[in-house]
């Protein structure tokens, strides 16, 4: 629909132009700094940044309700910058100017119902949010279209030229970063480390085939992240880690469709997210604090992060009940099918906890919440959910096996109704299935392959083994016919056909 053909009173708000008042705000000491140029911690005391908009109070001049409306109404536009993550601009990054926006299809990913079967299973109702069909196959493309929409505004401006962005990666941030700068050629070019033997070649390949310089590096992520943040300080390049604000802004995008697909009822919902570096978490609690600030929900939804045991430095952070007593301690990985989120030293940790916080004040009552799950469990909700129609990744298994344990402790319960994040594509860790039908997953795991799951190809091959085709050597007519007769019937008595002659 075009502009003019919207109701009267949502034209002057369907079309967003530049507002806002952005800054970095320090979560150690608290300062503020300007967004003119490129921050990734705090000049004066080396803590994380979140990007706050000094102006939000703006948004409240405009009734939640209306604001719901918009939203809705803009979901109609077929304006290439609105159709994506910026369709909550005035959120997600009120400064940039809709000819920066980059869009190549990311956000507004489908939310399925899980089938009855899998409800029963799990012994709630909920959805998979399927963020592996995002256009690199996970999430991380919110948080880089946001990133590189900031760059794009800054090239525009002639604030910078020939940028060279960096990233550590367990895999998809690289196939994202890579994505998105090749696509802003030749202005930005792209380097990603990623920790040897430790991503798989489905997602090796992503950047690859983008064009980024590919850097492995002996170790584990926590071990190139280090390496970039050296990069970062000591020479001039962009770093498009989850440490750069402007990924956690883009990210929140999920919170606000989730609420928009329930027709922002939040009261009993709950999202599951696993954490690795948790960025993530930390825009899902940001992103859902400022729609309920604006009064476009009124409930906060309950969050579950989930983390595996071989790679859970937020769940042990929270098993100390009391505050005053808790100390991070980041922890030695070991080996995890739910490898993007394989870290053991997240960097948004200050995130976590600053936002927890303010999200269990703002809901008057606990809202987040951390479980843990073991990799067996990972890996078998994963083949389950695939097995009744979704296209859950090793995370998207270790959410819901976190949902499962979440409901076990009476975190949640029957009446409420989860959404569980896939935060990437099933077939970037394909490879883990393979291993598993295969019985073949290394010991370090501590999986065993449960017969009930274990699928395999069968070779079918004619009792006359000379007589099959080929490729360049087809048989004649009698002879494939005699060849299409014999395999038939043996696949027929595999599968216990009947037959109808
Ligand atoms: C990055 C990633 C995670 C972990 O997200 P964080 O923001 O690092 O906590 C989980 N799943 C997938 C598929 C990822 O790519
Ligand atoms: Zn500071």
């Known amino acids: 629909m075009k502009p003019d053909?919207?109701?009267k009173e949502i034209q002057p708000f369907l079309v967003p132009s530049p507002c806002g008042d952005l800054c970095y705000r320090c979560l150690g000491c608290k300062g503020e700094f300007p967004i003119t140029k490129l921050l990734y911690v705090c000049p004066d005391?080396?803590?994380?940044?979140?990007?706050?908009?000094?102006?939000?109070?703006?948004?409240?001049?405009?009734?939640?309700?209306?604001?719901?409306?918009?939203?809705?109404?803009?979901?109609?536009?077929?304006?290439?910058a609105l159709k994506g993550i910026y369709r909550y601009h005035e959120f997600i990054g009120p400064n940039i100017p809709l000819e920066s926006i980059v869009y190549l299809g990311e956000g507004h990913t489908p939310i399925v119902e899980a089938n009855q079967r899998l409800q029963d299973l799990a012994g709630i109702r909920f959805f998979y949010k399927n963020d592996?069909?995002?256009?690199?196959?996970?999430?991380?493309?919110?948080?880089?279209?946001s990133a590189l929409s900031y760059i794009k505004y800054l090239i525009d401006q002639q604030l910078v030229s020939d940028i060279i962005a960096v990233?550590?990666?367990?895999?998809?941030?690289?196939?994202?970063?890579?994505?998105?700068?090749?696509?802003?050629?030749?202005?930005?070019?792209?380097?990603?480390?990623?920790?040897?033997?430790?991503?798989?070649?489905?997602?090796?390949?992503?950047?690859?085939?983008?064009?980024?310089?590919?850097?492995?590096?002996?170790?584990?992520?926590?071990?190139c992240m280090k390496i970039v943040e050296k990069l970062s300080e000591e020479y001039n390049v962009a770093l498009l880690n989850s440490k750069n604000a402007w990924r956690i802004l883009g990210q929140e995008s999920f919170s606000y469709e989730v609420a928009q697909d329930f027709e922002y009822e939040m009261h009993d919902k709950v999202?599951?997210?696993?954490?690795?570096?948790?960025?993530?978490?930390?825009?899902?609690?940001?992103?859902?604090?400022?729609?309920?600030?604006?009064?476009?929900?009124?409930?906060?939804?309950?969050?579950?992060?989930?983390?595996?045991?071989?790679?859970?430095?937020?769940?042990?952070?929270?098993?100390?009940p009391d505050r005053s007593k808790r100390q991070f301690k980041p922890v030695t990985v070991k080996s995890s099918v739910a490898q993007a989120a394989m870290i053991g030293n997240p960097v948004s940790m200050p995130r976590v906890i600053a936002l927890a916080d303010r999200y269990n004040t703002l809901a008057g009552e606990q809202r987040v919440f951390?479980?843990?799950?073991?990799?067996q469990a990972i890996m078998d909700w994963q083949l389950e959910a695939n097995r009744n129609g979704h296209i859950a990744c090793t995370q998207g298994g270790e959410s819901l096996a976190g949902l499962v344990e979440a409901l076990k402790q009476g975190i949640v319960t029957k009446t409420e109704t989860a959404i569980v994040d896939a935060t990437?594509?099933?077939?970037?860790?394909?490879?883990f299935q393979d291993l598993y039908f295969s019985e073949k997953i290394p010991e370090a795991f501590n999986i065993h392959s449960n017969q009930r799951f274990i699928n395999r190809p069968k070779l079918v091959m004619p009792k006359d083994k000379k007589n099959i085709p080929g490729q360049g050597t087809p048989l004649g007519r009698e002879d494939f016919n005699r060849f299409a007769e014999d395999v038939s019937k043996t696949i027929a008595q595999e599968l216990n056909l009947t037959t109808n002659l």
């Open 5 to 7: 053909n919207f109701p």
């Open 45 to 80: 005391c080396g803590e994380v940044l979140l990007i706050e908009d000094r102006d939000i109070q703006r948004l409240n001049k405009i009734s939640g309700t209306t604001w719901q409306q918009i939203f809705d109404y803009r979901r109609m536009l077929k304006i290439p």
């Open 132 to 145: 592996g069909q995002n256009p690199s196959a996970s999430f991380k493309d919110r948080g880089m279209a």
């Open 167 to 223: 990233c550590a990666s367990t895999g998809d941030t690289s196939a994202a970063a890579a994505l998105y700068a090749s696509y802003l050629q030749p202005h930005i070019k792209s380097a990603v480390l990623l920790p040897h033997n430790k991503v798989t070649p489905q997602q090796l390949s992503q950047p690859l085939g983008s064009g980024a310089s590919v850097f492995e590096i002996p170790g584990v992520f926590d071990d």
């Open 271 to 320: 999202i599951v997210v696993p954490i690795g570096n948790a960025g993530n978490i930390s825009a899902l609690m940001s992103g859902f604090i400022k729609f309920f600030n604006a009064g476009i929900i009124t409930d906060l939804p309950k969050i579950i992060g989930v983390q595996s045991e071989h790679a859970d430095p937020v769940f042990q952070y929270y098993l100390e």
């Open 370 to 375: 951390v479980t843990q799950v073991t990799e």
């Open 424 to 431: 990437a594509h099933a077939m970037k860790f394909s490879g």
